[in-house]
């Protein structure tokens, strides 16, 4: 009954503003903040945008993408300490992938964008770690046990690193409690489904829709319903509708 809400204090994606980029607690029975984690160098620097989240309440550990710089920030919520790990690994950082939307190529001022890690998902026995680059088609996953430890050897974390395949450009991601991994997929307007146990990687389309413009963030319900933002990127900075938010009925 918490609700976790990362801001990237980093305007029109620009540099970040100093001492600024934070993770609230939000307690939705009070319907107030509860709690403040403040990112600060080194283990973010100015380049950085803090992006998604996933939250371990069983061993109270936070976990955050940066888009900006690429890397994982792990946080300890009990001790409030920070470290930084695979800033310097090609798994989180951006593949040099043209994002293509209706046949046209995604660019921001004329460039095409180089955005490094940015969906995130957890398994739900907090085993696992999967992440994937925007600008990249490549999904990854990683053991927790070193990860989450602070006294593990940067340099031997690789060796914990699991490349799953190709599952195409991927924004928002989802561990959906069945193995399964549930990614938003921007060039195809779809929701995807990634199974990574005996299906040799198998990628299952969810739901295609037009209506789906940049499909972003996840969330299930507690009637098995699936959330999704519609974030509308490719169109800033004028996007053509509304944003909003669709729910996607499980299979009766």
């Known amino acids: 009954d918490f609700l976790w809400v990362v801001d990237a204090a980093a305007p029109d994606i620009g540099d970040i503003v100093p001492g600024e980029p934070n993770l609230v607690k939000i307690d939705l029975s009070r319907g107030a903040g509860v709690d403040t984690f403040f990112y600060e160098e080194p283990q973010i620097t100015k380049k950085s945008y803090l992006n998604d989240v996933r939250i371990d309440t069983v061993r109270q550990l936070a976990y955050l993408t940066d888009s900006g710089t690429g890397g994982i920030i792990v946080t300890n919520l009990k001790t409030r300490k920070n470290h930084r790990v695979l800033g310097d690994d ?40 999967y992440y994937h680059a925007l600008t990249g088609r490549t999904l990854y996953r990683i053991k927790t046990q070193h990860l989450a430890d602070p006294a593990y050897p940067a340099d031997e974390l690789p060796r914990d690193i699991q490349p799953l395949g190709n599952t195409g450009v991927c924004d928002g991601m989802l561990y959906d409690g069945d193995g399964r991994i549930l990614l938003a997929d921007a060039e195809r307007h779809a929701i995807m489904r990634y199974l990574p146990a005996g299906a040799g990687g198998k990628l299952q389309t969810v739901i295609q829709s037009d209506q789906l413009q940049w499909p972003d963030t996840f969330s299930v319900g507690p009637d098995g319903a699936l959330y999704v933002s519609i974030s509308q990127i490719d169109t800033q900075p004028h996007p053509p509708g509304p944003y909003k938010l669709f729910k996607v009925l499980p299979k009766r």
């Open 90 to 129: 090609p798994s989180t950082r951006s593949e040099g992938t043209d994002v293509v939307i209706n046949g046209k190529p995604w660019r921001r001022d004329g460039q095409k964008p180089s955005v490094n890690s940015d969906g995130i998902a957890l398994s739900t026995d907090g085993q696992w770690l």
